[in-house]
């Protein structure tokens, strides 16, 4: 018998349900012959997982129970459901009701609540009691309205019910939707199909999902009212040209083979180059993509001005060393997103102070850094600090870690680092990241970024790896000082070969 306020175990071996409650209620107000009769007899209602109930007449307030054909003990009370707020549900059979709105898909869950007992008939009596309600609007966010607590397996049993039924209601209109393999997916790729065909309804073929979906983020605008990747490809490609096309269409088949498409680089090799050999050449070398898997290349970066540094480029370079400095971009994604950040279209002190060198990532990224330092409305800027920031600021293992106050201090541990520490003035100012120097006897060492809770880099002398001993000091410093923010912190280092 369950009582009221133990909480139950998701490992539990009997499911609540139709056929594995307890009620317990006066003989007088159960139905029956008895009914309405005075008396101080107590029914006790059993109804076991297995079908059978067992219903016992006596004056006893508790009672335990084992049924009879499979030994179960675990029965469950219904007022832990109706009285409660904080209910645990364990294993429940649910009754899931879909509804399809205007903007949004809604299911209401409900669970079988035993409220009466039937003696005549040895057997419980219930009523629909609604226990959650989810809705997924149709620009894919999903919202759960519960005054339950559910456990892990119960949370998991009702998304997973929800996210079928929506996938049902939806799939008709995907072709070859069965590529998808939906239902063997866990729960959380499940929510994520949904979301991305429902944020892109007009995207009618399932082969899109294995699109990169996030370096393809503002570039889906161009191809998002095609309803085949046939149709999107050809706008990607921007040349009508069998060559290109050809050799487009030959990337495409290799790459969602192994690991899905990413058009990124393919949209910007059609865009930038007008040599069709070259663009022939760069898009059958198939192992050249503008993604790693830290994070998308072009998550939170924007199209045209990628386009604007192509056109700085090209004021310099001919063809055949953009090609050769778009296959290094592919190769060492990370150090170009460092030359990305620096680069600023609006910043007249690019044209002004650029100074030709032979190019190569690691060259056009020192002469960014040359000409950042340069940018006298960043060398104005002050920083300030919360109290927890400021707190970190402590010498510890032979280690002193100091932050910059303005952008002239920050300049000049650029200068001192050989990196691009400067550029990163105006994400300080706006409280989008933290930087940190970390001293040994007053020399500058490292530098270390805190990004959304995390460190996002910690790097030397010319973006040199740290060495082991001191990257362990960094970690115990930050795990003592950011211990809310301890989620596994990484400490790597950028390509920059």
């Known amino acids: 018998m369950q009582r009221k306020n133990i909480k139950l175990k998701d490992d539990l071996s009997c499911g609540i349900g139709k056929n594995s409650w307890y009620l317990q209620k006066p003989l007088e107000k159960c139905k029956g012959l008895f009914e309405n009769e005075k008396n101080d007899f107590l029914v006790h209602a059993f109804t076991c997982k297995c079908g059978d109930c067992q219903i016992y007449i006596n004056t006893k307030k508790l009672m335990t129970h084992s049924c009879d054909k499979c030994s179960c ?4 009370s219904p007022n832990c459901f109706v009285n409660t707020s904080n209910t645990i549900l364990v294993n429940i059979e649910l009754k899931p009701h ?24 040895t057997k419980l009596l219930y009523k629909e009691k609604k226990i959650l309600t989810l809705s997924m609007g149709f620009n894919g966010i999903k919202t759960i309205n519960s005054k339950y607590q559910l456990t892990g397996y119960a949370q998991e049993k009702v998304e997973e019910i929800f996210a079928i039924n929506i996938y049902n209601n939806i799939k008709t209109k995907i072709t070859n939707h069965d590529i998808l393999n939906f239902e063997k997916k866990s729960t ?99 192992s050249l993509i503008l993604y790693h898997k830290k994070r998308s290349f072009l998550q939170g970066y924007e199209l045209n001005k990628i386009f ?4 700085f480029l090209k004021q310099y370079y001919n063809k055949f060393e953009l090609a050769h400095f778009i296959q290094e971009i592919a190769i060492h994604v990370e150090l170009f997103e460092d030359i990305y950040n620096m680069y600023d279209p609006k910043n007249q002190a690019f044209s002004r102070y650029f100074s030709k060198v032979k190019i190569s990532l690691i060259n056009i990224h020192d002469e960014f850094i040359t000409i950042s330092h340069l940018n006298h409305v960043s060398s104005s800027y002050s920083f300030t600090y919360t109290k927890s920031y400021l707190k970190a600021c402590t ?12 952008g002239k201090e920050l300049s000049s541990w650029s200068i001192e680092l050989k990196n691009c520490l400067f550029s990163y003035s105006d994400k300080i100012l706006k409280k989008q990241c933290v930087i940190y120097g970390v001293f040994r006897n007053n020399t500058l060492l490292y530098a270390i970024e805190i990004l959304d809770g995390k460190i996002n880099q910690a790097l030397g002398y010319s973006n040199k790896k740290i060495n082991q001993t001191d990257k362990n000091s960094i970690l115990v410093w930050f795990t003592n000082y950011f211990p809310k923010y301890n989620f596994g912190p990484t400490l790597y280092k950028r390509d920059n070969k």
């Open 98 to 121: 879909l509804e399809k709105t205007s903007h949004e898909y809604t299911a209401s869950i409900y669970i079988d609540i035993p409220i009466d007992i039937d003696i005549n008939r």
């Open 395 to 406: 010498l510890e293992n032979s280690l002193e870690y100091r932050l910059p106050y303005t």
């Open 308 to 311: 604007a540094f192509f056109e």
């Open 73 to 76: 003990s675990y029965f469950y």
């Open 188 to 286: 959380k790729e499940k929510y994520d199909i949904l979301s991305f065909f429902l944020q892109n309804n007009c995207i009618e073929d399932a082969e899109f999902y294995f699109w990169e979906k996030n370096s393809a983020q503002e570039l889906m605008e161009y191809y998002k009212n095609a309803k085949t990747p046939l149709e999107a490809l050809k706008i990607i490609a921007y040349r009508k040209e069998k060559s290109i096309l050809r050799s487009l269409y030959h990337r495409y088949n290799y790459t969602i083979q192994l690991k899905g498409f990413d058009p990124l680089f393919p949209f910007l090799v059609c865009r930038i180059f007008n040599d069709t050999n070259i663009i022939t050449k760069l898009l059958n070398n198939t």
